[in-house]
């Protein structure tokens, strides 16, 4: 589980959450007719397991013509054809199931100054094939809202449910399951399927949508591992490969399904209406992950010898939309509160064989907690048509105080996940309150359990020090010759001695008449000292008994 960066297995065995992805592209088919060159992608083709498949064509003209006249055939029977003249597409929804068998579709057009143009296809229908189901479990809808938390914090659109995605997902989740799949001991590919197998759909993705009638471009992603759905979308998008498609602004439909240990996300794209730079962590971020521990095939430090996990977050650049054939990276940079810039280990086209328009730039080491950060990309998108366009980003972003709570603050609440984004930018701060009464704290509202409840002694109350440096982005060790807890952030080392009135900021001893205390073996921290030597502004609030750290 990305929050702890590590998996349990049964039998208590360390298990790396096996992660991979696979896109799948629509080809075009180029045919002239005359002066007038058009392209086409019809569908379904091949074997469909939908007894009501979406039947149709999808056309690109070399002009912007409109054609005087359409008409569609199923079998040699005329049937109505719905037109949708802005993406130029023809498509036929079966009214009543069809029947098991093979079909031959024909589509007509007449076009004013040219012969008409006809475009023939067939498909089979299987015995055993189903119905989409539009219905949805709590576990999906929850998954969609993940997806779309993401979304959000990337200013990009929310995605919707596609029933025909859904049941593409749901189908190739059960069949690994139901298989018993194992990425971890075997070679093969969580991403194929096998026609020896039962629950077969399709041995690629393309087979599978194609099997379902599903028309638009796609891509999967897959993970195993013993977590939630949304958990596993969450390890899903800290992956660099796998983060890719919630990246692209043309995503405009989901399915996602769980079966026991496997995950499937099915995302279907939009053809785009103009190239578009999206960056992951995004600007003004306030709660950006600092380390990231490989568990993904392809493993992104494989090009880099010598690199080890653990090491930074991974920082995306991804330019999608028409036209765009691939990039090259040209400048990538990224530098820490003090104008330092951070050791960076570079992916991009061309060395990387599993990125197009996209480059990965990851930290060499783990980024440090509640820090400030400034990056920069340049990238050259090489287009289709053989031209060259730059394109470029300098933002900010701010690390999370404690590990995890940047996902919990997600997907809690997205709307002001987003806000604080906006509105506080990387100037926001965080308020940590320590109930003296309670067994929790909350860390800008998300709570988390203390490992010591405070302590009360003398009219003087005590926080435990552990559960205050996991609070404040700290660390903290016990240096026994010295009976003292060390306590370190950024350029900040704090010596709590439990021995005698002082502490140590820096180098430098101080006086202090609240000094730490060993209580029940555990280095307990008076209140009143806090704001002595974190700089943290410290309130008390007698009513509810609640100490409140604001930093």
């Known amino acids: 589980m990305k929050g702890n960066h590590k998996v349990r297995w049964i039998f208590n065995v360390k298990i790396i959450a096996i992660i991979f992805v696979l896109c799948s592209s629509i080809f075009w088919s180029a045919k002239p007719s005359y002066a007038l060159s058009y392209g086409t992608l019809s569908y379904p083709q091949g074997d469909v397991g ?5 039947i149709g064509v999808t056309l690109e003209l070399s002009e912007g013509k409109t054609p005087e006249s359409y008409h569609f055939y199923l079998n040699d029977k005329e049937l109505n054809v719905s037109y949708d003249p802005v993406s130029v597409k023809f498509v036929y929804r079966p009214t009543a199931d069809l029947l098991p068998g093979n079909y031959s579709a024909r589509l007509v057009l007449s076009f004013n100054g040219y012969q008409p143009i006809t475009i023939n296809w067939k498909f089979n229908v299987i015995k055993g094939a189903v119905s989409l189901s539009s219905e949805t479990t709590k576990e999906q809808e929850d998954g969609l809202q993940a997806i779309n938390d993401y979304r959000a914090k990337l200013g990009l659109s929310k995605v919707k449910f596609s029933s025909a995605l859904n049941t593409a997902a749901q189908k190739h989740a059960q069949y690994l399951s139901q298989n018993k799949i194992d990425p971890i001991r075997t070679s093969v590919s969580l991403h194929d399927e096998d026609p020896a197998l039962p629950g077969y759909i399709g041995k690629s993705l393309r087979e599978r949508v194609q099997f379902i009638g599903y028309s638009r471009s796609s891509s999967e992603d897959v993970a195993y591992n013993r977590v939630s759905l949304v958990e596993a979308i969450d390890s899903l998008f800290d992956a660099p490969y796998h983060r890719s498609p919630f990246m692209v602004p043309g995503l405009v439909e989901i399915g996602v399904f769980k079966d026991g240990d496997y995950h499937v996300i099915e995302f279907g794209f939009s053809d785009g209406i103009a190239p578009e730079l999206v960056v992951s962590p995004g600007n003004n971020d306030v709660y950006v992950p600092t380390i990231f521990d490989g568990h993904e095939t392809p493993d992104p430090i494989r090009l880099h010898t010598g690199a080890e996990y653990p090491v930074g977050y991974p920082i995306m ?44 730039v990851m930290p060499s ?18 287009m289709e048509d053989g031209s060259t366009r730059p394109y470029s980003k300098e933002w900010t972003f701010r690390t999370e105080s404690r590990v995890g709570v940047g996902v919990l603050k997600l997907h809690k609440d997205a709307v002001a996940y987003t806000l604080q984004m906006a509105n506080f930018g990387l100037n926001r701060n965080h308020l940590v309150s320590f109930g003296l009464n309670e067994d929790k704290y909350l860390l800008d509202l998300i709570p988390y359990p203390m490992k010591q409840k405070p302590y009360i002694q003398d009219g003087t109350s005590y926080l435990y020090i552990r559960d205050l440096a996991a609070a404040l982005g700290a660390t903290v060790e016990w240096d026994d010759s010295q009976k003292a807890a060390v306590y370190k952030k950024k350029d900040k080392t704090i010596i709590f001695y439990t021995n005698r009135n002082a502490y140590s900021l820096n180098g430098v001893e101080y006086k202090t008449e609240s000094a730490a205390k060993l209580i029940h073996e555990t280095t307990m921290i008076p209140v009143r000292l806090l704001s002595e030597t974190l700089g943290a502004k410290v309130t008390y609030e007698e009513s509810t008994r609640t100490v409140n750290i604001s930093y």
């Not at 980024?367 to 050259?380: P, S, V």
Request: glycine letters at 6%; zero cysteines.
């Open 317 to 360: 650049a991804s330019l999608n939309g028409p036209g765009v054939k691939k990039v090259s990276l040209v400048e990538a940079e990224l530098k820490d509160e003090s104008g330092n810039a951070v050791s960076l280990l570079k992916n991009e086209p061309g060395k990387d064989d599993h990125l197009d328009t996209e480059v990965i």
């Open 50 to 54: 939908l007894l009501r498949p979406d």
């Open 365 to 382: 080491k783990p980024l440090e907690l509640d820090t400030t950060y400034k990056a920069k990309i340049k990238l050259t998108a090489i």
